[in-house]
């Protein structure tokens, strides 16, 4: 059975950093692309980052990019996303999700964490 759960949401305050993680099991991860998406309130959920778990090839959304890097660790099957620089428009649900590789990075999602609430307050 594969599981996904993210962990390392919280309350932060503007300009703060945090770090998230996410361990897989259940699957071969140099299968996969790992990936980080957000979901605000009344928002579509958007990727913001992804890694191919095999190459280390990374992705990243313009509204990130310079203040989030996505890493890995492969001994222990676990996902990070450093976040940097925070900002109140960071707030949102983060999850987790393990994507077939596509030329777009984390594309084509076959699993899905619960997610992880980060606020940002101003």
């Known amino acids: 059975q594969v599981q996904v759960v993210e962990s390392g949401g919280g309350l932060v305050q503007a300009g703060g950093s945090l770090r998230l993680s996410c361990t897989a099991s259940?699957?071969?991860?140099?299968?996969?692309?790992m990936g980080w998406f957000r979901q605000a309130p009344g928002k579509e959920r958007e990727g913001i980052s992804c890694?191919?778990?095999?190459?280390?090839?990374?992705y990243y959304a313009a509204s990130v990019k310079g203040r989030f890097t996505i890493s890995r660790e492969n001994a222990k099957n676990t996902l990070y996303l450093q976040m940097n620089s925070l900002k109140p428009e960071d707030t949102a649900m983060y999850y987790c999700?393990?994507?077939?590789?596509?030329?777009?990075?984390?594309?084509?999602?076959?699993?899905w964490g619960k997610g992880t609430l980060v606020t940002i307050s101003s």
């Open positions: 999700a393990a994507s077939l590789p596509t030329v777009t990075g984390c594309t084509s999602v076959d699993y």
């Open positions: 259940g699957l071969t991860l140099d299968d996969y692309a």
């Open positions: 890694i191919v778990w095999s190459s280390g090839r990374t």
